[in-house]
């Protein structure tokens, strides 16, 4: 009893081909052990679906490309939290320069030892914060990971 292998496979199609094509595909056909008509199909078959993958593949790059501008986008929002807190800092604890000489020396050196004080805090807040490149790569990760 013969098996019914589907009316894709029960229909005949006769195509002329150079030598060297006929024997890259004998050769092939005997590298990946399948028929040839077996892998005449499944190289059309991937050939034709060309346009249909190629979409797909955009589509995943241009999602790739949206998560790494959403990525920027919370890099530019903390860097400008950043700043913010910077500014209110240098605006609230600078005081007013003296107009004689000794008392503007002494608020100046006071507001250096301030200055850097709050130059070291800010060191240590941006070093126990990873880096944009691990967080990309993280979610990169994570992305690649969920599947």
């Not at 060309?50 to 920027?72: R, Y």
């Amino acid at each position: 009893m013969k098996k019914d292998r589907g009316a894709a496979h029960n229909c005949r199609s006769e195509l002329r081909v150079s030598q060297p094509t006929l024997d890259l595909l004998k050769q092939r056909s005997k590298d990946e052990g399948m028929s040839q008509n077996e892998l005449v199909n499944k190289a059309l078959a991937l050939y034709l679906t060309k346009d249909v993958l190629d979409e797909s593949l955009l589509i995943a790059k241009m999602n790739a490309v949206e998560k790494t501008l959403g990525n920027l986008e919370k890099r530019i929002e903390l860097e400008e939290k950043l700043a913010l807190e910077f500014y209110q800092w240098f605006f609230i604890f600078t005081p007013d320069i003296p107009v004689e000489k000794e008392a503007r020396k002494n608020v100046l050196e006071a507001g250096t030892k301030k200055t850097q004080a709050m130059l070291h805090l800010f060191r240590s807040k941006l070093a126990s914060m990873p880096s944009f490149l691990e967080i990309l790569l993280g979610n990169m990760l994570e992305q690649y990971a969920d599947g």
